[in-house]
C-alpha cells in the first residue's frame, strides 16, 4: 500500500490541513495579483516592487496568517466536508473574522491601509478565489476517494450475525471492508461463509500483527451486541498502532444529539493510533 494512503486512511486532518495551507497562500497572492493590477497592466504583475508599494502590502500578511490560524482553530472533527454551507460556516465566517483583526492591528499599528470602495472590491475577489478553491478541493477529495488513496481499511471482529448486519447496510464508499475475524465461525460452514462475504476470513487464534500488515489495516471494528465479550479480542489488537472501534449494535434507541455511524449506530474510539493525518505524514518525511 502506497503511504500517503495510510496518511489519509483514519481520518482527513491531513487532507484539511493541505487544503488550509494552500488557500491561505491563495489569499496572499490574490492580494498580490489585485494590488499590482488595481493601477497596472498584467506586464507588471512581476514587478513585487509596486506590491510593497501598494496599499494592501500589510493586510496581504496579516490576513494570510489569520486565516490559517483561524481555520485551523476552527475544526471540530478531522472530517472533510463538502457541502456548501460548510464553506459559509468555515471560509467565510473566518475569512471575515480575520479581515477584522488584521484591520484593527493595522490601524493599531498606524500602518499604510485606506479603505475606500477597492477594498469591497478586494474581499469580493478573495471570496471568489477561496469558493474557486472549495470546488477544486472537493473535486480532489472524490477523485482521491476513486483512487482509493482516501479510504479507511478496515476488519470487522465480531460474530457471524453481527458482521452480515454491518455488510447488509449502505456504507459510503470511502469504507473499505478487507477481511473479518468471526468468533464464532465453529458454527458455520467456512466455504459458504466465504462466498457470501467475500473477503479474507479469520480465527480468533491467528497471529493479529501478520493480518493488519499484510491487509494495510487502519481500523479494527469491534461489533458489540452486548450478548458476548471481545475482551480477549480488544487484548490482541491493543499491542498494535491500529485504531480500534467499538461499534454497538445493541443501542439503537435514546441516541439524540450523538455522533452515530451512518447515522445509526452508536459506538466509541476505544484506541486511537498516534501515526496517522499529520503525525503519520510527518514521520513519512522523517523517514524519507
Not at 473566518?94 to 491601509?113: A, D
Not at 477594498?119 to 477544486?136: C, T
Not at 458489540?224 to 434507541?253: C, P, R, T, W
Amino acid at each position: 500500500m502506497f503511504k500517503l494512503e495510510k496518511v489519509f486512511q483514519n481520518d482527513d486532518s491531513a487532507y484539511i490541513l493541505f487544503t488550509n495551507v494552500i488557500k491561505s497562500i491563495l489569499i496572499y497572492f490574490s492580494i498580490y495579483i489585485f494590488s499590482i493590477l488595481e493601477k497596472n497592466s498584467v506586464y507588471e504583475i512581476l514587478d513585487y516592487e509596486i506590491y510593497l508599494q501598494s496599499n494592501f502590502f500589510y493586510l496581504s500578511i496579516f490576513l494570510s496568517i489569520f486565516y490559517l490560524i483561524f481555520i485551523s482553530l476552527n475544526k471540530r472533527d478531522n472530517v472533510y466536508k463538502r457541502n456548501l454551507i460548510s464553506f459559509f460556516a468555515e471560509d467565510f465566517i473566518n475569512l471575515t473574522l480575520s479581515m477584522l483583526i488584521s484591520l484593527i492591528i493595522i490601524f493599531i499599528l498606524k500602518l499604510n491601509l485606506s479603505i475606500d470602495n477597492i477594498f469591497l472590491y478586494l474581499f469580493i475577489f478573495i471570496i471568489s478565489i477561496i469558493g474557486f478553491a472549495k470546488l477544486f478541493f472537493n473535486s480532489l477529495y472524490e477523485n482521491l476517494i476513486q483512487k482509493n488513496i482516501i479510504q479507511k481499511n478496515i476488519m470487522l471482529v465480531g460474530n457471524y450475525d453481527q458482521i452480515k448486519e454491518i455488510l447488509n447496510n449502505d456504507f459510503d464508499k470511502i469504507y473499505v471492508f478487507k477481511c473479518c475475524i468471526v468468533l464464532d465461525i465453529a458454527k458455520y460452514d467456512l466455504n459458504l461463509i466465504k462466498s457470501e462475504f467475500k473477503f479474507p476470513i479469520f480465527t480468533n487464534d491467528e497471529d493479529i500483527r501478520s493480518i493488519l500488515e499484510y491487509h494495510a489495516l487502519g481500523q479494527v471494528w469491534l461489533l458489540d451486541k452486548g450478548n458476548h465479550k471481545i475482551e480477549n479480542s480488544l487484548l490482541k489488537i491493543l499491542k498494535y498502532s491500529v485504531d480500534i472501534l467499538i461499534i454497538k449494535l445493541h443501542k439503537k434507541y435514546n441516541l439524540k444529539g450523538k455522533k452515530l455511524l451512518i447515522n445509526k449506530y452508536d459506538f466509541e474510539f476505544y484506541e486511537i493510533s498516534r501515526f496517522h493525518g499529520v503525525n503519520l505524514f510527518i514521520k513519512v518525511l522523517l523517514n524519507v
